[in-house]
């Protein structure tokens, strides 16, 4: 993809998050109505699920130092910071997403820990190595996934977790054309491409897991 592309491709996945913060957010603290809550519960089971894994994944946390690529509205951020992680760090393109994570993590009582940065991974994430990332939910949203995978592993020293979307006969023609008329590119994933995309771009070993249920990810955890 040319820098053009690049540019027009970032702009407008970043206007949809920044249109889409408030109610994304709502998401987490259990605020949307009984049939939302029915409809997340039955078709978004992944969102918690990669939550719950994420957090088995990447311990222990305390003194850790963790960077969130595309941490929307904070809630990973400010839970890594709430179980002792000394330095995390939150990117993301969208603004709306950040202002809600700077209110999460003050609400919190983290904000001393939790830094939020708004910029474009790779090309704005800080300089630093962390000791952990998390990459959720954002994968679906990368046009070119080896650039963005090889500087995640120079910013990684021991693991990564990750979600890829999965394909799936019916939901991904579905989604594709939900995230069309919204005007916002969308990818989807295969195992074997998941593996070798991560090898290529650095990480000794990965693992691959289909979060079971209705879901459609597959929670990844890629170890330097
Ligand atoms: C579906 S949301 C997920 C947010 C959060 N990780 C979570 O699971 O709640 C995806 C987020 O990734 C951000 N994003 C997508 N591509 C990005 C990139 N290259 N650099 C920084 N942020 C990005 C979007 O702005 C959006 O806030």
Redesign the pocket.
């Known amino acids: 993809m040319n820098l053009n592309n690049r540019k027009e491709h970032?702009h407008k996945?970043?206007t949809?998050?920044?249109k889409a913060?408030i109610t994304?957010d709502t998401?987490?603290d259990r605020q949307r109505s009984a049939f939302m809550q029915w409809v997340d519960r039955k078709f978004r089971s992944d969102?918690f699920e990669?939550?719950r894994l994420t957090f088995e994944t990447i311990e222990p946390l305390k003194d850790k130092t963790v960077l969130?690529?595309?941490?929307?509205?904070?809630?990973?951020v400010v839970e890594a910071a709430r179980r002792g992680g000394k330095r995390v760090v939150g990117?993301?393109?969208?603004q709306g997403?950040l202002d809600l994570g700077c209110q999460r993590a003050a609400a919190a009582g983290v904000a001393d820990e939790c830094e939020f940065i708004l910029?474009?991974?790779?090309q704005?994430s800080p300089q630093e190595t962390f000791d952990y990332a998390?990459?959720?939910?954002?994968m679906?949203?990368?046009a070119d996934p080896l650039p963005?995978l090889s500087a995640l592993a120079r910013r990684v020293q021991l693991r990564a977790v990750m979600?890829f979307p999965s394909k799936h006969w019916f939901r991904t023609p579905l989604r594709k054309v939900r995230y069309w008329l919204k005007r916002c590119p969308v990818y989807f994933y295969e195992p074997l491409q998941i593996e070798e995309l991560s090898k290529a771009a650095g990480f000794s070993n990965t693992k691959v897991e289909k979060i079971p249920g209705a879901g459609m990810d597959y929670f990844v955890t890629v170890f330097k």
């Not at 990117?91 to 969208?94: E, G, K, N, S, V």
């Open positions: 970032n996945v970043g949809y998050f920044d913060s994304f998401f987490y969102v990669r939550y969130d690529v595309g941490c929307g509205s904070g809630p990973y990117l993301d393109m969208a997403m910029g474009v991974f790779p704005d998390i990459v959720m939910g954002v679906d949203y990368i963005f979600s």
